[in-house]
């Protein structure tokens, strides 16, 4: 079993010679800052991931969170890991120097919580949960709220979770019943249900704040109605300290699948006692909040849909080299030594598809977390407008491309080990059932799929389109040795074919062909994701082979060679398939929107 959470040299090369994350120091807000400095919290979460986060990741899943007398009993190890993550600044780690934080780029803290989440995907939901919950307050919330709450937040006293959804109401916010009534002092009391709500009761922290949907009494229909509230555990006084217990209370624990860890849990308000709520920003704009929130969190559902398959591959990488099984097809003698499994195609197949998956999945998020610091750190406005707009886009490809591909990482290293990847003996069943989750929480893939082809395409007449065509013409024109430029025509010739397949789509939802148009848009989202992804190995190839001529060590070669090999792997067996999608698409395929329910 390796301890390799990301192979750190991978990661450095993705930042600093693919990405130049080390250019980001020029830039007024991280001034402070060196690639010294990024190493070094990069460093320190690596071991911080190892020792407080891996050492309890299987007991965590074997020993799930109980419900008892009321309470949540766990692992004392999970609040010891949050409070060493609490400590060392890493909730307020992208935050300004006044609200404690260290002002780190979102590369980088998205890089310290890859190890994280690669280390003890249930243990990280908690301070993850937190930070995103804190950055609505941060932003939306009032001086009071940001008094009362942020700072216990961010210094890792309170946690905090997303109420959205509900049990008749996951997919369909528009149609959450969570109910908030005024009260003459200026609050409101909330009443309803929540269900599979993280984090939503625990025995971590000294408080929980729950930012939950809500409908205020007599709002308009459907998601104009929305407003989002913060519903403390305990209510808090003016200091943040917390007094009586608030009228939400835990309902039920839900027993799951992976993600062990994180407690899952039924929430009700206002049943037993009274619910208090306080209005974040102006009534029924809370969905536009929300998404503040949600985006946030489905680049991190990618991140770390990205970073369990990488665990997963690591260990399979390193289980197929030391064991030994059968010769070489070849090899006619039965009495010469069996050769290390490693040795055989097949298993390089399913280890250079890991690898493809996981170390371009997650080149394809860091690019989410360069976009979101280009957003709001870029020096030049007119790139900060940019750079909103490409996120905006690529969120649906962020949050689904490696939660889709994620789990069919981890899938092959459970084939890689045999008989053992089956067991609980060894690690990758865990990783399996963890990554499971990620298609479909935070807007499952489907609907991923509908916003990409429904919505983000054609915003600001499709301007965001355009931005990203730009984008790749770059890295298309920088191929220059006879492998890169081979790689770069076949995904400028696929990217041709899908701008016309996306211009007739578009024409036929301009013609009202709604439901025929969008029943296909999963085959939509692979396709761009395909091709998106296919970019991201281009970069990464282009890199390589420009280092490796000047590479002065074995080991330096062996890893830019091995980034072509995974390269080439991505253009030769996985971007021919999106011509699969392209048939489909273009024929507006109707097998399944034409299926009827009776006839299954
Ligand atoms: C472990 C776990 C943790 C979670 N954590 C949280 C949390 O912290 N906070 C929170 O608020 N929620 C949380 N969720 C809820 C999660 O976001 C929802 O499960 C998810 O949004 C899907 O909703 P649903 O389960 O009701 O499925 P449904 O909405 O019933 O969807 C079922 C299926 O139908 C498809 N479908 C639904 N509507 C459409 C449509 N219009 N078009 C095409 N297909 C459609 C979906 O893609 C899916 O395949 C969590 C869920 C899990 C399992």
């Not at 007991?59 to 008892?68: G, I, L, Q, S, T």
């Not at 941060?138 to 049990?167: C, H, I, W």
């Not at 979101?372 to 996120?391: I, N, V, Y």
Request: glycine fraction near 8%.
């Amino acid at each position: 079993m390796t301890d390799t959470l990301i192979d750190r040299r991978d990661l450095a090369f993705q930042l600093y010679e693919v990405m130049d994350t080390e250019s980001l120091i020029q830039r007024e807000r991280f001034s402070e800052h060196s690639k010294e400095t990024f190493d070094a919290v990069i460093e320190t979460a690596d071991k911080m991931a190892k020792e407080k986060f891996a050492n309890h990741n299987s007991a965590a899943d074997k020993d799930e969170p109980k419900f008892v007398n009321g309470q949540v009993e766990m692992l004392p190890d999970v609040k010891q890991a949050f409070d060493a993550y609490a400590e060392a600044g890493f909730l307020a780690g992208r935050y300004d120097y006044d609200l404690g934080g260290m002002q780190l780029p979102e590369s980088v803290m998205a890089a310290c919580n890859g190890f994280f989440t690669a280390a003890n995907p249930g243990t990280a939901g908690y301070p993850f949960l937190t930070t995103a919950a804190a950055n609505l307050i941060r932003v939306f919330g009032n001086d009071e709220q940001k008094t009362k709450f942020l700072s216990n937040m961010l210094s890792g006293r309170y946690s905090g979770t997303m109420a959205l959804t509900e049990p008749h109401a996951g997919s369909s916010l528009a149609d959450i019943r969570t109910s908030a009534t005024p009260t003459a002092d200026g609050h409101y009391l909330i009443k309803g249900a929540k269900i599979y709500i993280s984090g939503g009761e625990q025995s971590i922290t000294e408080n929980i704040v729950h930012m939950v949907l809500a409908k205020i009494k007599g709002a308009p229909a459907g998601v104009k109605g929305i407003s989002l509230f913060i519903v403390p555990k305990f209510h808090v006084d003016e200091n943040g300290n917390p007094g009586d217990r608030n009228g939400v209370s835990l309902a039920g624990l839900i027993h799951k699948l992976g993600y062990r860890g994180t407690t899952s849990t039924a929430l009700s308000f206002g049943d037993d006692a009274p619910c208090h709520g306080y209005l974040v920003g102006e009534p029924h704009q809370g969905l536009k909040y929300m998404f503040q929130m949600m985006n946030e969190a489905r680049i991190g559902v990618g991140f770390g849909a990205a970073v369990i398959g990488y665990r997963g591959y690591m260990h399979s990488l390193e289980y197929a080299k030391d064991r030994l099984q059968g010769r070489k097809a070849s090899e006619k003698n039965p009495e010469s030594p069996q050769v290390p499994i490693i040795d055989h195609a097949d298993v390089r197949r399913m280890l250079l598809a890991q690898k493809a998956y996981s170390e371009g999945g997650l080149a394809l998020c860091l690019y989410g977390a360069r976009l979101m610091d280009d957003q709001h750190t870029h020096p030049d406005e007119q790139k900060r407008m940019e750079a909103g707009k490409l996120l905006d886009l690529l969120t649906p490809v962020i949050k689904a491309w490696p939660s889709e591909y994620g789990p069919k990482a981890n899938d092959l290293a459970i084939q890689v080990y045999g008989g053992a990847g089956y067991t609980r003996e060894y690690p990758v069943e865990q990783c399996w059932r963890d990554n499971r989750l990620n298609p479909i929480h935070e807007g499952t893939n489907g609907i991923q799929a509908l916003d990409l082809l429904g919505r983000k395409i054609w915003q600001d007449q499709s301007h965001g389109l355009q931005l990203l065509m730009q984008e790749m013409q770059v890295d298309l024109q920088a191929a220059t040795t006879e492998r890169c430029q081979q790689w770069a025509l076949s995904l400028s010739e696929t990217l041709q074919q899908a701008v016309k397949v996306t211009q007739s789509l578009g024409k036929s939802l301009m013609g009202g062909e709604v439901d025929k148009t969008l029943a296909n848009a999963s085959c939509y989202l692979h396709l761009f994701g395909h091709i998106i992804v296919a970019w991201m190995w281009l970069r990464q190839a282009n890199a390589a082979a420009h280092a490796l001529g000047s590479a002065n060590s074995d080991s330096e070669r062996n890893f830019y060679q091995g980034k072509l090999q995974a390269a080439q792997y991505f253009f030769h067996w996985e971007l021919p398939t999106v011509a699969q999608d392209l048939v489909l698409l273009r024929n507006q395929d109707d097998t399944c929107l034409n299926m009827k329910a009776d006839w299954f």
